[in-house]
Structures are given as C-alpha cells and as structure tokens.
C-alpha cells in the first residue's frame, strides 16, 4: 500500500513538473506540496522535516526567479509599474475569456498594449516585451532545475528510508 501511494506521488510530482513548462497550473507548489506530504505522513522525523525544509527554500527561490527575472528585465528597460499591473489585468481577463490559454495570451496582450501606450510605437514595444519573454524563459529553465532538484531530493529521501 505505501508503495503505491509513494508511486502515485512520483506521478503527481510529474504532472507538476509538465506544469512547470505549461504554466496551467503551479508547478513547483504541486512538487513541494506532493514531497512535503509525503515526507511527513512515512513519519515525522528528521530526514522528513529536513528535506521539507530543503523543498520549502526550493519552491521559494523557483518562484523567485520565475517572478524576479521578468520583472527586474522589465523595469530595466524602464517599464513602470502600470505595465505590470496592464500584465495582470489582462491574464486575468484572459483567463475568464478563454479559460488556462487566454492566461497567457491575455498576459502578454496586456503586457504588448502597455508597452505600446508607453514607447509610442509598435516595433519598440514588441522588443520591450521580446526581453520579458527572454527573462520569463530563464527563469522557467531555473523553475525546472530546481525541480528536478525538489524531485531528486524527494526520492533520495524515500529511498534513505525504506534502503
């Protein structure tokens, strides 16, 4: 019984990690979530609140570079913070239009008509948001290392308990 459990958790992570490329759901909160209730429910000793404290610091430094890289590029190009707010407006609205796709064509339409307003030109706008994208695309690639990372830890952690 606890193999299957432990099983249909590696398969969970492995949905989460598709969501870290796909971003239709949280991905790295899926792994974390799946990892730290695993760990503790086999039992609540060190290695299992070790490797949750491991897998908490993880998701919080994934989710920083998934949020920071974008956001710092964006305003080194001298975006303000009405662009942002024109980013989240529109994946929200995006996302009730067309649900999980319109997510992201609504972020990014928010995003490219912000910048439009703001540069005054099309071309401009387009290489301003051509920079997001880049840093968003780093910072997916540091998501899905540090999952890979977050798995890892997680089966060396179930491993070193049932070897």
Avoid: H, K, N
Wanted: aromatic share 10%; net charge neutral; hydrophobic share 65%.
């Amino acid at each position: 019984m606890e193999f299957a459990i432990l099983l249909l958790a590696f398969l969970l992570m492995l949905v989460g990690m598709v969501g870290v490329l796909i971003p239709v759901l949280p991905g790295l909160a899926v792994v974390w979530l799946v990892g730290v209730i695993t760990l503790l429910w086999q039992d609540l000793d060190g290695v299992g609140w070790g490797v949750s404290a491991w897998l908490t610091l993880l998701l919080v430094l994934g989710t920083l570079a998934t949020v920071a890289l974008p956001a710092r590029r964006g305003q080194q190009a001298g975006a303000p913070s009405s662009t942002f707010a024109a980013t989240v407006f529109g994946a929200v609205v995006g996302f009730f239009v067309l649900p999980v796709l319109g997510f992201l064509l609504g972020a990014l339409a928010g995003l490219l008509l912000a910048e439009r307003s703001r540069l005054g030109e099309w071309p401009a706008a387009r290489a301003s948001v051509g920079q997001v994208l880049r840093a968003y695309g780093v910072g997916v690639l540091v998501e899905l290392v540090i999952g890979v990372v977050m798995v890892g830890s997680w089966l060396v952690a179930v491993v070193v308990r049932f070897g």
